[in-house]
């Protein structure tokens, strides 16, 4: 009997650097890709919001869509299926004798409780569900420390992970792909099929974020051209001006973190311009960060509480005051600024994400729950590990002590736009 292997696409829709799809074209004869929209991914939080609003799902069909022409082009597809992986996994297993699963570990307690799930019931098929690690610069493997081990303190994490870690090289791009003969690969969904019972909003045709493996190339390509004109043209850019706009095509995975790290050594080698280059490469081990923060502490990070153990009293929900600053009405025109362009593009800068998210916490007094819930609706690159500990830690509810109290609105705003200039500019 042929060896064939199917391989679960979730957020890592890329060919290159994808050490998943490389092992499976090497051991199978023939591979499998699916893709699988989970109706569970769209439906109301607890905070009554969506887990997934509109900008972010039309990101994530358009680097589906991405894919399935890559897969094409090599004389395939990638079958597309809508429901709980746990139910149509092991149907997809017995349909075309599949004989090993491939995925990506997740971090999240959602994601990995429907691994569990899925390599619960494929085990009862004698069907083993392999995992394969390829979200974050650094294996967790590579680290000089045991997960349980990592400091929770950002600067000592990224001292000692930079002074005796590796970034691995990265996988090369397939070549040939043999695929399992399917009848029907099955449509892409509509948005209104993925977000039902909602208005929709109009979404921005103009989007500088189109999603995709070849779009997030696009992006990369034109920021390292932007750091070849500074360096050319002896430019300098303040830290926090210093912007890749990367993160959504990091967060589906349409981008390998090692791919962007290569290339930001390779230009710096190139071209100097250290500070340009090096502010990229330092917001990837932010983003490892949190990642293996998530591992170690797992569902702490959503707890109001977070790790605080003395929290008298949550703070209220007030509804009219959270629905001020969902909108972009709270009368203060920087953060009404932000809240607009967050709405509208499903994107801001980190130093804007920490200003709206300062207020939310300390001028209004709202919880930070609920503006974590409200980002995970809008925001274009959610991922869990990045927002709720980002979130967690401005609130000081977090685990790295340095970053406890460490936030003020009017610092922040003074540095995020000391002429107040910003507020013009996004209404214009
Ligand atoms: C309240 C709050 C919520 C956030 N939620 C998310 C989220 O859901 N998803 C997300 O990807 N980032 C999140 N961030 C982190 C950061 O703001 C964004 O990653 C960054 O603004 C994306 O823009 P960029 O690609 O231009 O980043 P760049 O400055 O160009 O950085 C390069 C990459 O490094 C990573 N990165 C940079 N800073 C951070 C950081 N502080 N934490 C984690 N990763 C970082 C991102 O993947 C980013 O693409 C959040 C930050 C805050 C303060």
């Known amino acids: 009997m042929s060896k064939k292997i199917l391989v679960w ?4 829709l890329r060919l290159h650097d994808n050490e998943m799809l490389v092992e499976a074209i090497a051991k199978a004869d023939e591979i499998l890709p699916v893709y699988i929209f989970d109706p569970r991914h769209f439906e109301h939080s607890r905070y009554h919001t969506i887990k997934t609003g509109a900008t972010r799902a039309q990101f994530l069909l358009e680097s589906v869509a991405s894919i399935r022409e890559s897969f094409q082009k090599f004389g395939g597809d990638i079958l597309i299926a809508q429901g709980k992986p746990e139910d149509l996994l092991p149907k997809l297993v017995a349909e075309y004798e599949i004989t090993e699963v491939y995925h990506h570990r997740e971090v999240a307690s959602e994601e990995t409780a429907v691994s569990t799930h899925v390599e619960d019931l494929l085990w009862k098929q004698k069907v083993n569900l392999k995992h394969f690690i390829g979200h974050t610069l650094y294996n967790k493997e590579d680290l000089p420390f045991p997960i349980k081990d990592i400091p929770d303190v950002f600067a000592q994490f990224k001292k000692k992970t930079e002074r005796d870690a590796i970034v691995k090289p990265c996988f090369l791009t397939p070549e040939k792909i043999n695929f399992v003969n399917v009848a029907a690969w099955g449509e892409l969904p509509m948005l209104n099929e993925l977000i039902v019972n909602e208005e929709l909003p109009t979404l921005n045709e103009n989007s500088e974020f189109r999603g995709g493996e070849q779009e997030a190339f696009k992006h990369l ?9 500074m360096a050319l043209s002896n430019a300098s850019l303040k830290k926090n001006e210093v912007v890749s706009k990367l993160s959504a095509w990091l967060a589906l995975g349409c981008l390998s973190p090692r791919e962007v790290y290569w290339k930001m ?9 250290k500070p340009y280059f090096n502010q990229i490469v330092l917001g990837l081990l932010w983003r490892d960060y949190y990642r293996f923060m998530f591992k170690k502490y797992r569902n702490t990070f959503f707890k109001p509480a977070g790790f605080t153990s003395n929290l008298k009293s949550l703070p209220q929900v007030d509804n009219d005051l959270l629905q001020a600053w969902k909108n972009g009405n709270t ?3 920087l953060v009404d600024a932000m809240m607009y362009e967050l709405n509208t593009t499903g994107y801001l800068t980190n130093a804007a994400r920490q200003l709206v998210a300062t207020y939310l916490v300390y001028e209004l007094g709202l919880s930070w729950v609920m503006g974590a819930a409200y980002f995970e609706e809008k925001l274009i690159d959610y ?12 609130a000081g509810v977090g685990n790295d002590q340095r970053l406890t109290n460490s936030f003020n609105f009017e610092k922040l705003l003074k540095i995020v736009d000391p002429k107040g200039l910003y507020s013009q500019a996004v209404r214009a």
């Open 383 to 394: 991922n869990p590990a990045s927002n709720w500990g980002n979130w967690a830690n401005i």
């Open 221 to 229: 390509h034109d920021f390292l051209h932007t750091g070849e004109d």
């Open 9 to 12: 696409f979730r957020n890592d």
């Open 265 to 273: 050594k390779e230009a710096e080698a190139s071209y100097g311009l």
């Open 331 to 333: 009368g203060q025109p």
